[in-house]
């Protein structure tokens, strides 16, 4: 089992920032691609970003392109999204996502391991 847990979310106006982080335990986090997802009121849940296990190769969404950034610290266990030039539209919670293999994770496979999110407000 992994267990995640994100924070960083909160009220932001637009143009601005934040950085969420997710924090993982319970296996060997260099073991696993780490990603983000994102759900709006009423909308399915969305790839945002992922993120190889030696955080050499990074994956983004269209819509997030050049304005987010993943990273991740392996010694710290941590990955985290880097959200900048924030619009209304980036409103949502915010899961941290992990799995052994890139192409289940961005497709959310059963089994996929989830953190329980965290809110994401953008004002305009």
């Known amino acids: 089992q992994v267990q995640l847990v994100e924070s960083g979310g909160g009220l932001v106006q637009a143009g601005g920032s934040l950085r969420l982080s997710c924090v993982a335990s319970?296996?060997?986090?260099?073991?696993?691609?780490m990603g983000w997802f994102r759900q709006a009121p009423g909308k399915e849940r969305e790839f945002v970003a992922a993120?190889?296990?030696?955080?050499?190769?990074?994956y983004y969404a269209d819509s997030v392109k050049g304005r987010f950034t993943i990273s991740r610290d392996n010694a710290k266990n941590t990955v985290y999204l880097e959200m900048n030039s924030l619009k209304s539209e980036d409103t949502a919670v915010y899961y941290c996502?992990?799995?052994?293999?890139?192409?289940?994770?961005?497709?959310?496979?059963?089994?996929?391991?989830w953190g329980q999110g965290t809110q994401v407000t953008v004002s305009s």
């Open positions: 996502n992990a799995d052994v293999s890139l192409a289940r994770l961005r497709v959310a496979a059963a089994g996929v391991y």
């Open positions: 319970g296996r060997t986090f260099s073991n696993y691609v």
């Open positions: 993120i190889s296990r030696s955080g050499g190769n990074t």
